[in-house]
């Protein structure tokens, strides 16, 4: 079983349109949670941490579901720059290894 | 902010030959770097965790001896792919972190195609 599961996608939205993507994980001692972004043929950069309260940080709204073990990142108002494949990444409680899904495609058309 | 730097971008080796991928911190001592492999519409697979000065620890699966890793100072990691086969045709990324509470930062990936 994988460690990370993500819905690749793509989904595909109109510009102003709100998406959610979850992303489970199997193992339950995972401390650390984090959407990273991956533009193609590039790398992968830090969207935001997610935390056991959830998180918002402008139009993107990251929460955590510890008892069924998945995270979810929301995009309000989507722009076409938000097109991107979007990374679920999770970490054990010693940072010293990163876990990726393997990333959720999303298409935003005018 | 911080930066990672990695060479080469691209890179098209003869099948038998060997390759040097190189990752540097520019503006901070990374303690740590990771490796990983990313085939086409994949995850990224985590490959090994290096610290510097000590041996590198390898994910289940991937040879040593085919992909050494050296880490010889804060600032610099290396990945050679030994004995290069077609299959080891990937996209390669590094990251590095300054220390277990802070960001990983990845490179810009290096191409590697083995003909």
């Known amino acids: 079983r994988k460690e990370v599961e993500q819905d690749p996608g793509p989904f595909n939205v109109p510009e102003g349109a709100t998406v959610a993507f979850n992303c489970t994980y199997s193992?339950?001692?995972?401390?650390?949670f984090f959407w990273y972004r991956q533009d193609c043929r590039k790398e992968p950069k830090l969207l935001m941490s997610v935390y056991s309260s959830g998180n918002e940080d402008g139009r993107f709204t990251a929460q955590l579901n510890r008892a069924s073990q998945y995270i979810s990142l929301l995009i309000r108002d989507s722009k076409l720059s938000d097109s991107a494949t979007y990374l679920c990444?999770?970490?054990?409680?010693?940072?010293?290894?990163?876990?990726f899904g393997s990333g959720t495609k999303l298409n935003v058309k005018p | 902010g911080a930066v990672v730097s990695q060479h080469p971008s691209r890179v098209i080796c003869k099948s038998g030959t060997s390759v040097k991928i190189e990752c540097r911190s520019l503006?901070?001592?990374?303690?740590?770097m990771f490796w990983y492999r990313q085939f086409p519409k994949q995850s990224l697979m985590l490959m090994a965790t290096?610290?510097?000065?000590?041996?590198?620890?390898?994910e289940q699966g991937v040879e040593k001896d085919k992909f050494l890793i050296n880490h010889a100072s804060l600032t610099l990691s290396t990945l050679t792919v030994t004995s290069a086969h077609p299959e080891d045709s990937s996209f390669y990324i590094c990251s590095a972190r300054e220390t277990v509470y802070t960001e990983a930062f990845f490179g810009q990936g290096t191409r590697l195609t083995v003909v």
């Open positions: 503006d901070f001592q990374a303690t740590t």
């Open positions: 290096s610290n510097e000065g000590s041996k590198a620890t390898y």
């Open positions: 990444v999770v970490s054990l409680n010693n940072f010293n290894k990163f876990y």
């Open positions: 193992n339950s001692a995972s401390q650390s």
